[in-house]
């Protein structure tokens, strides 16, 4: 079967018609008029380029310029559609675009690392248990005294054998005796990952 091009061609011989005249009379360039004879859809830059110049040249042969279309189409379009899709992207992916890309996948990567780098941490070591109150160390009057810390919220929290739970935001408390002389509160924290943290303040009560 033959193609349009060479339908083009095939007629234009056969009217002994040379290129020259062809580019004289419909004032298509020589080159653009060799390039649909010989099929090489490469050379234009749009697809409605090329069925312009095809609807123009089969006019000019007396040809029927709907019918050389429709044959076009059905041949070709499916091909060069695709052809064009990529010229397009390609086009309008300008160095500026492809840099802001480019800067974007960094710091996509970085976060993911970021992450997946925390809870690796989180998962390997024990967790931090940091004692907010109280802040001084030597009593005189006092009975006992509270303890505030805070901890992961999934924390363990043992003292003196007994639970501690940790609020939402991990902030726990307890109420110690103090006995005459030095007092060691042993707080003992196991995270969700099963490492411990074990925290000793010393509290002095004096006579």
Known sequence: ???VGEILKKERLRLQIPLEQVEKETRIRLKFIEAIENNQ?????SHIYITGIIKTYSNYLQLNSDKMLAFFRREYEKIDDVRFKRRISSRY???QTKQVVKIVTIILVLIFVGYFTLQVRNYLLPPNVIIIAPT???FYREDKIKVLGKTEKE???????ERVY???EGEFEFQYPLKPGNNEV?????????KKTTVIKSYIKKQ
């Open 186 to 194: 042993k707080i003992e924290v196991t995270g969700a990952n099963g």
């Open 155 to 161: 924390a363990l929290i043992m003292v003196r054998g």
């Open 93 to 95: 992916l300008t160095p």
């Open 41 to 45: 859809w490469k050379t234009f830059s």
């Open 136 to 138: 001084q160390n030597v």
């Open 1 to 3: 079967m033959l193609s």
């Open 166 to 168: 940790p609020n939402l």
